[in-house]
């Protein structure tokens, strides 16, 4: 028990230590006064949250060209770096998201664009599956019509139905064998029953005529 | 019939799509700058930073735009290449040092060897977005008139040389 404790408090004084360890560098910094030379600084990420909110609606429909299926809102990419960074710059300079969206198709191409503009080279890109979709739907009636032409050209004659009958009859048939033959001891005992009733329906006749 | 054919047409049609679309590169994305002017700079040349070099002293001559960076691996690969064709005379090339420490620069191309007539320095990639660069190494053809005719995307390799650039440059050279 004592172990334990003794282990868990040196464990606890480990993380302290490191704790404060770090604080003592965080006051002594500035005390210090080490130049920021020294170290690089981290990219400002909100320094506007109006510019900010801009910046990533716009990034959102725009593509990383070095990831490729990234937005560049979402790519940690250098290139998307220098994309956000440009664009925090533009907005900056009060052009408006058109601009901007121009200023990167120049530079890019329409690929930049998630959302690409109706144009000759993309009818087929924004068209294709409407078409498909019409393909598809064409396919789907000729073959129901064709299905229910089939259908229809079926007329039955009556020796057609008779065969028919037949068949149904003869299937019945072999299907109650079974059955005929799970029931054949009681329909020979329902048999006896009954010859037993007519000999005594007959007998009681002759009774009768022998009143008579 | 019919019923053989349709099938038949139908993969016919799936195959060719399938062809063209998986043998297209998705990194080889259509530059919108060929055929416009190239995106005008005034940068210092990496050796020499007092000296400014400007993208209009190249007007009247057929010249390559090379970027590069030391940190690139692929730049490697195209390099002796580019020394060749400077060795050769075949086309002035001009390197754009993309995002890099000067210093190092200087040591990779000690190393590796110095093409360029000039390398001018774009150390943040401002110029590298003019000129729409997202993968280093890239190659820009540049006729007198300062209008791009072909951009290279990632090194250049024996094959685009001698089937697209060189031939490129070879009539852009006999134009006036």
Redesign the interface.
Known sequence: MMTLIQCLLRRWLDKASIIIFCLGILLAYPILGWSEETYKEAIPVAEDPEIEKRMLALTEDLRCLVCQNESIADSRADFSNDIRRIIREQIKANKTDAEIVDFLVERYGDFVLYNPPMKATTVLLWFGPLIMFLIGALVLIKYLKGRRVQIEDVVLTDNDRKKVAALLDEKEITANVSEVEANNESLTQNFINKEQQNTSEVSTEEDKGKKI | MMRYLTPLFAFLVLAIFLFVGLSLN??Q?????IDKPAPEFELYSLHEPEKIFSSKDNLGKVWLLNVWASWCVACRDEHPLLVEIARAGIVPVYGLNY?DENTTAKQWLKLYGDPYVASVVDP??TV?????V??VPETYVIDKQGIIRHKQIGPVTVDSLQNKIIPLIMELQGQT
């Open positions: 998705p990194r994305v259509p530059s919108p700058l995002k943040d990639g590298g977005i003019d000129y729409g997202y993968g």
